[in-house]
């Protein structure tokens, strides 16, 4: 027998970074709500606030002494050891959102002047900060469409007068809500094209729409695998958080700028999300099966123009071969255009029965909305347009029902369109 047996995630996820021994024996972990922590010693309290600082570096076997539950706290770390497991990363930050997330990386790794290369299009939310909040701060932006990280992108960038400044390269793969693919390796081959020693440049990937489970960031090449945690990792739909894994480099510092900005998520939070965590692979991989079955009856009906699902991707093509090295399946998350527009989308919704009419993915209810009203209500008009955001366009996140159910459900709504 192999007595050195390594534990796949979804076997860890019961118990990794977790000792009963230092809580009564409880074979779950307590939540710990407490504000601070107590020192043996005066001695101890000083050598913990010594590496918290970044005073001195931990010595071998040294681990990161309990202080204040702003800095850390035992849910928070053993839920982020946990995550660290699907990504199979040094390190992990989680935070009290998605967009804290994301804002704390931007604002850590970003200085004015500085050139942030962004895919399109992106998160709603995501898309306001970039263009709203970083621009305020001098913050310059470079858009790129799917297929440019492999074909034009560098010569964009030569051409924007700020490749010397380019620090940041940020891609949401899928892309919300057109599941259009970008190639994570591309992205990091143009990086490493304009990184020096002295000016390294991240990649960043929003892994939110695949999750933990369908597609490692960290794999192909990116320093920042980012999570609305709200959404597959948590599960349920009754939490809000996110999380990002990384390097114990890249992932200090996000942790050193979450300790002032005071975003980190709460003890119970962090809880909750470890509960969540034991039954991540059983929910997804439900999901995924669910979600070929809604797509190919989606495709066959004929009040359904296009079906915008990674699954249906010719093979052949360039997107394919991205979506076959890269992602281990085609996830759970599809949008459809509804033959007509705006009135003939909102038909469909307003007649759902079981699947619900909510913001939100990745929950164990299957839900419905419709993006160029409401989660990218907020993105430029025109850009939507370009990027086939229109009022034809329904979102769907596929759940844990039987699939019959939500097919049911969607063929009875487009009776009415």
Known sequence: MDHDHRFRPESLMMSYGY??????????????????????????????????????????????????????????EILEDRLTLWDRSEDCAVFESGMSAITTVLLEFLAPGDLLVHSTPLYGGTDHFIHHFLKKIGVHTLAFTPGQERGDLEAMIRASGRADRLRMIYAETPANPTNDLIDIAACRRVADAFATPEAPVRVAVDNTYMGPLWQHPLAHGADFSIYSATKYIGGHSDLIAGAVCGSHETIGRVKALRTFLGNMASPHTGWMLMRSLETLKVRMDQQAINARHVAEFLAAHPKVGRVYYPGFIPEGTADHDTFRRQCTAAGAMLSFDVKGGEAEAFRLLNALRMVKLAVSLGGTESLAQHPATMTHAGVDPAHRQAMSITGSMVRLSVGVEHHADIIWDLGQALEQV
Request: proline share 7%.
């Open 19 to 76: 000792k009963p021994s230092l809580s009564e024996g409880a074979i779950k972990s307590p939540i710990f709500l407490t504000s601070t922590f107590v020192f043996k010693s005066a001695e101890e309290g000083k050598a913990f606030f010594e590496v918290a600082y970044g005073l001195r570096e931990r010595r071998p076997h040294e681990e990161q002494g309990l202080i204040y539950s702003r800095i850390n706290n035992p849910d928070l």
